[in-house]
């Protein structure tokens, strides 16, 4: 994949076929929509460390058992998310004009706060149908206990766009309803204490992306 150097990518060569790629993504960076200055605080502990932390959470997970994919599996922290995906379209464009073979790419963007029914949500604009197929077969099958819903962010909300305005496969499972996400979302209020000091909700997203890439890594 590019090394760019604002941004975080570990890889895990893959063993049969390792130019196939498969990519889970998070992105480092927050915001305030309003006074936001050199000083301002912008913690972002939902938006998105918390998909960061999935996204870790997922990995480490992956090394402590040693998994040996067969396909490459890159897990990307994105730069410039929030001032119009700019990190993960260098990324994805990269890759494009590289001829690259990416199987597929999840999006982890906020995922520690349940404001609605549903435990995951998987966004069906600007992602790709036969995946998010795939990815609710994944929750029946690892995590049947969950409630799986629909929604549409209505733009290119994150960085899975960026992929899959290159053609590449790309989901996004979400905390809730796009209607009923976190209300602390860009602002100062926007920590981990405000989260109840817990990250239970953000579990069931790396268990998520850990399934995702351990099935498409396998095969």
């Excluded at 972002?44 to 040693?66: H, I, K, P």
């Excluded at 290159?166 to 989901?171: D, H, I, L, V, W």
Aim: net charge negative.
């Amino acid at each position: 994949m590019p090394a760019i150097r604002k941004h975080r990518i570990l890889s895990i060569a893959g063993s049969d076929r390792p130019d196939e790629h498969i990519v889970l993504g998070a992105h480092l960076d927050s915001i305030l929509m309003s006074r936001m200055s050199d000083t301002a605080l912008a913690p972002g502990a939902d938006d998105d460390a918390s998909g960061a932390a999935s996204l870790t959470e997922a990995l480490r997970a992956m090394l402590a058992q040693d998994y040996r994919p067969k396909h490459s599996i890159h897990f990307i922290a994105y730069a410039a998310e929030e001032v119009g995906l700019r990190g993960s379209q260098d990324i994805a464009r990269a890759s494009k004009q590289d001829k690259k073979t990416v199987v597929g790419a999840l999006q982890l963007d906020m995922t520690n706060y349940k404001g609605s029914a549903n435990d995951i949500v998987l966004f069906t604009d600007y992602t790709d149908s036969k995946q998010n197929d795939f990815l609710a077969q994944l929750v029946s099958a690892y995590l049947p206990d969950l409630k799986l819903g629909y929604d549409r962010c209505g733009y290119a909300c994150s960085d899975h766009a960026s992929w899959q305005a290159q053609g590449f496969p790309a989901s996004m499972p979400f905390e809730s309803s796009f209607a009923r996400d976190n209300p602390a979302t860009h602002t100062a209020k926007d920590t981990y204490a405000n989260s109840g000091g817990q990250a239970l909700h953000a579990l069931k997203f790396a268990r998520l992306a850990a399934a995702f890439a351990l099935e498409l890594g396998s095969d």
